[in-house]
Nanobody, 123 residues
């Protein structure tokens, strides 16, 4: 079993910064992509930023130049540095990992989600 635990959310004023962290633990053999998604009330979940194990990144247009994703592969941890926050960034932020996990019968590919952390940006 693999778990993702996010931290770092909270309330911040517009223009401020927050840093989210997500740690993966459990029966992990390997992790390819790790990333962040967000979902605002009444809206669909959307990609914010993602990074492969090799370091390739992809960002939503709405966060380019403001958010930076990084990883510590040795610690199975992904970070999201969020600067110049806007009220429209208010969402629940979810961590996701594409992991190869160890099972009773060998290895299995899993998409694992965290429980989410709330980011609220006040105007």
């Amino acid at each position: 079993q693999v778990q993702l635990v996010e931290s770092g959310g909270g309330l911040v004023q517009a223009g401020g910064s927050l840093r989210l962290s997500c740690v993966a633990s459990g029966s992990i053999f390997d992790i390819d992509a790790m990333g962040w998604y967000r979902q605002a009330p009444g809206k669909q979940r959307e990609l914010v930023a993602i990074m492969t194990k090799g370091g390739s990144t992809n960002y939503a247009d709405s966060v380019k130049g403001r958010f930076t994703i990084s990883r510590d592969n040795a610690k199975n941890t992904v970070y999201l540095q969020m600067n110049s926050l806007k009220p429209e960034d208010t969402s629940v932020y979810y961590c996701k990992a594409d992991a190869v996990v160890v099972t009773m019968s060998g290895y299995s590919y899993r998409e694992v989600w965290g429980q989410g952390t709330l980011v609220t940006v006040s105007s």
